[in-house]
Each structure stands twice: as C-alpha cells, then as structure tokens.
Nanobody, 126 residues
Framework: QVQLVESGGGSVQAGGSLRLSCAASGFTYSNKCMAWFRQAPGKEREGVAVIDPDGTPNYANAVKGRVTISQGNAENTLDLQMNNLQPEDSAMYFC????????????????????WGQGTQVTVSS
C-alpha cells in the first residue's frame, strides 16, 4: 500500500513563498507517478502540478510562472516550490500517486492517481 506524507504548508501573506514536500513509501512497481493537487473550500479538487513520464513538468494555468515542481533529493519524494502566493492559492494541498504493473502503460497521474496523502493546508492572507 502506497503511503504519502505531505509537509511544508502554513500561513503566509500575499507575495510570500512556501515549499511543500511529499514523501512516498510502499510502491510495488517501478512504473509510478506522483502529482500535486489542491482543493479549496466549496471548490472541486484540481491538479496543480505533475512531472510527466518524459520528465517535463506541467502546471495548472492558475499557478504557471509561480510554482515549480521537482523531484526531491530522496527517492520517491516530490517538492512544490510556490512563490508569489495569492489568497486564491489558499487550499488544502494533496500529494497523490499511482502505479501500475504494466511497464508499457504511460500513467497520467492527474487522471489516474489513486493514492492520496492527508493534505497540508496553505493559507494566504491579503
């Protein structure tokens, strides 16, 4: 069973920065992916950022230019550097993952994530 633990959330003023980290454990297969999502009160969960299988980072339009996703220094870790945070970025941020035994399957993490962390709260005040 894959387990995900997020850290790094907090409260900042508009224009501030936060770095979120996710540590995953329990992967069985080498074909796997991790991504960041967020959900604000009363809104649907949305994908924030993912690193595609070819290594290309992809970002939601709402965060492009302000957020950087990267592999952490340790294996199976995923970081999210968020700069110039705005009140509309306030949400619970979740790390998510998927894996498959099918080596030839190209995982679409934003669509196929089925493991979720507990989330870390980000609150941005104006």
């Amino acid at each position: 069973q894959v387990q995900l633990v997020e850290s790094g959330g907090g409260s900042v003023q508009a224009g501030g920065s936060l770095r979120l980290s996710c540590a995953a454990s329990g992967f069985t297969y080498s074909n796997k992916c991790m991504a960041w999502f967020r959900q604000a009160p009363g809104k649907e969960r949305e994908g924030v950022a993912v690193i595609d299988p070819d290594g290309t980072p992809n970002y939601a339009n709402a965060v492009k230019g302000r957020v950087t996703i990267s592999q952490g220094n340790a294996e199976n870790t995923l970081d999210l550097q968020m700069n110039n945070l705005q009140p509309e970025d306030s949400a619970m941020y979740f790390c998510a993952a998927a894996e498959t035994s099918v080596k030839t399957w190209v995982l679409s993490c934003l669509d196929e994530a089925n493991y979720w962390g507990q989330g870390t709260q980000v609150t941005v005040s104006s």
